[in-house]
């Protein structure tokens, strides 16, 4: 069984949680108490994660530290499809997301802590560069779109849509609000509208796309 | 110009573990900057020009930045022995404080917030119960709150009928009883304590007592986080900002009971910080 030490309120460990979801692995999770214990800052948990962050993903002697590894991990052992093509290009393309999905954990993540948790950090400039960023997302989903294409890298969703889906749509935790990129918001839906989607709080699920319950 | 009956009031401003720890909070209460933190081995609440009153109660560090008009609630179950007390930090929200507490009370929104775990659809009515402001204790109290419940908490296993009773024994303080799955018999006691930074900005502290041996106190802390993070998009949307205490200004229905007495108990009382009192 893979265990994933976890945080329920944590961007990084949804990440974790939603892919092997989509996937349908079954994760055993080891909560964390990062707020307001910080635990995840333990000599304990220094022990297994000598960085001292959530979360961390352990399968036998594997362990993991990275939400962006474990995403790799999780699609090649189970369904490489979502790994993106195999062409250099295609490769290559799913690797700029995944460190671009670092930029939207270090501007918007970071906004959303500061506003949340109450994290230390200048706000201004954190959704400043939270906002450069979904520009740049922005800009990029609309030249897939004129392409006909939903997903950032290739014609299926990738751990490169999974990457940075938490932390865009919970921006408006950190007082940054989606209503100037349209391309966005539709991307975000589709991610929602994903067979075995699962929620996060501040993420839901599509109510208004399921048929209506019957009622009993 | 803050009411007096505002500033006369009992406020959570700190977690006391924290505190005690070493940390020092530098804060906000009522507008006013505030500092909490350790001097010579006691608790100590700094305002803008004296230092104010401290309580610690339920795990919490409370202050009145005025004269105290009463003693801070007591919750006589949390003394009981073989319970779980639970910090389970703070939340900040930009909202209005009151209506952080009024969301605290409110039953209906459990399917469609808290999907699958305190509520789902079809099971969507609030049945009938009962609400009043109790004279002896100046209290709003609603009782015979029934609601059907997935998960209705963390040691729940399975769906089923979860009673309910609320409490609001302060200003921005709530707290709920609701049928304990570990004793049936018994009542979980769960708590929010709302610290009113400004008008319109909140930090909520959730906190519980529960009879529970067997979930991770990490696990505990999650799924409560959880719950109350789902609310905090909502509520950092309600417009308009300020709690609105004119009778004019909204349409209540049958399952709004306990809302409408916090609104005539804050009314009554004068505790309209973070309310509006004409519709703007």
Known sequence: ?216 | MIASQVLNEWYPVAMEQQIRAGQRRDTQLLGMPISVALQDGVIAVQGPVRTFPVILRFGHVWTCPGTPAHDLFTVPEADQPGRRLVDVGVVRVKCSPLRAVENFLDIAHFPFVHTDVLGAEPHTEVNRYEVQIREDSDEVWATKVTFYQPQAAKSAEGGGQTEYMYRVPAPTASVLYKTCPARPGEWDVIGIFVQPLSEELCEVWPWMALFDDVTPQADLIAFQQMIFVQDRSILENQLPRLLPLDPGMEIPTQADLTSIAYRRWLKKRGLTYGAQMVAA
Not at chain 1, 20 to 35: I, M, P, R, S, T
Not at chain 1, 81 to 96: I, N, P
Not at chain 1, 122 to 132: K, S, T, V
Not at chain 1, 154 to 176: E, K, R, Y
């Open chain 1, 1 to 216: 069984m893979i265990v994933l030490y976890d945080y329920v309120l944590s961007a990084s460990a949804y990440k974790v949680r939603l892919m092997a979801a989509l996937l349908g692995v079954k994760l055993q999770l080891e909560a964390v108490d990062f707020h307001p214990g910080r635990a995840h800052k333990s000599a304990a948990f220094a022990a297994l994660n000598p960085a001292g962050t959530l979360p961390v993903l352990v399968d036998g002697d594997l362990i993991l530290t990275e939400s962006t590894a474990m995403l790799v991990y999780l699609a090649r052992t189970s369904c490489a499809k979502w790994l993106g093509g195999d062409t250099a290009k295609a490769q290559a393309q799913v690797q700029q997301w995944l460190a671009f999905s670092g930029r939207l954990a270090a501007s918007l993540g970071m906004a959303r802590l500061h506003d949340m948790l109450l994290y230390p950090g200048d706000i201004n400039a954190l959704r400043h560069q939270g906002h450069a960023a979904l520009r740049e997302l922005e800009a990029a989903l609309t030249e897939r779109r004129f392409a006909e294409q939903d997903w950032l890298a290739g014609d299926t969703p990738t751990i490169a849509d999974i990457a940075c889906f938490p932390n865009v749509v919970l921006s408006q935790d950190g007082g940054v609000s989606l209503d100037d990129y349209p391309a966005v918001r539709l991307w975000q839906r589709r991610i929602r509208s994903l067979d075995r989607f699962i929620e996060m709080p501040g993420i839901h699920r599509l109510h208004e796309l399921r048929a209506a319950p019957v009622q009993v």
